[in-house]
Each structure stands twice: as C-alpha cells, then as structure tokens.
C-alpha cells in the first residue's frame, strides 16, 4: 500500500505561484509513475503533469511553461511548482501514483489540496 498525502493547496491572486508537495509514504516498490492530476467543479479529472522514474515529465498543454513537476525519490516527494497562475487553474489537485507489482495494475490517490485562483 502507498499513502499519498498533498499540501501547499491555498488562495491566491492571478499571477501568483504556488509549490504543491506530495508526500508518499509505504512501499513504493514497483511504483514508476508519479503525476497531478486537477478536478474543477462540473468537469473531469484532467491529467497536469506526470514524471517518470527515470525523471522524464509530460504537461498538459495548458499549463506548459507555467508549471514545473519534480521528485525527491529520497524524500519519497513529489512537487508542482505553479506560476503565472490563472483563474481557470482553480481547482482541487490531486496526487497519482501507479505503476506495476508482480505484473498487478498499481494506483494510488491523495485526499487532494484546494487552488483557488482569484483577486
């Protein structure tokens, strides 16, 4: 079992930052894929950012250039570094680990951290 626990989530005017953490704590055995994923009110959970264990990222399209997803495999910690932040990045932010173990299917989610855009 893994546990995933985000903080770092808060208000903030548009054109701010904001660094979310992701601490995981269990075994992580078999665990390669780290990522954040966003929910806003009346949408889908929509992939942000993913890294890879071999530290290759991927961003969604529309936040590319603003944010910045990292790992501290010694601290077991996932980042996002957000700037330039926009009123439609609004959203609960959620932290995804998954990965294979003995060839069954891992997935693991946090409780999630509120971001709210706004002046």
């Known amino acids: 079992q893994v546990q995933l626990v985000e903080s770092g989530g808060g208000l903030v005017q548009p054109g701010g930052s904001l660094r979310l953490s992701c601490a995981a704590s269990?075994?992580?055995?078999?665990?390669?894929?780290m990522d954040w994923y966003r929910q806003a009110p009346g949408n889908q959970r929509e992939l942000v950012a993913d890294?890879?264990?071999?530290?290759?990222?991927n961003y969604a399209d529309s936040v590319k250039g603003r944010f910045t997803i990292s790992r501290d495999n010694a601290k077991s910690t996932v980042y996002l570094e957000m700037n330039s932040l926009k009123p439609e990045d609004t959203a609960v932010y959620y932290c995804?680990?998954?990965?294979?173990?003995?060839?069954?299917?891992?997935?693991?989610w946090g409780q999630g951290t509120q971001v709210t855009v706004s002046s």
């Open positions: 995804h680990a998954k990965g294979r173990r003995f060839g069954i299917p891992q997935n693991y």
């Open positions: 269990g075994s992580m055995f078999g665990i390669n894929v």
């Open positions: 890294i890879n264990s071999s530290g290759d990222t």
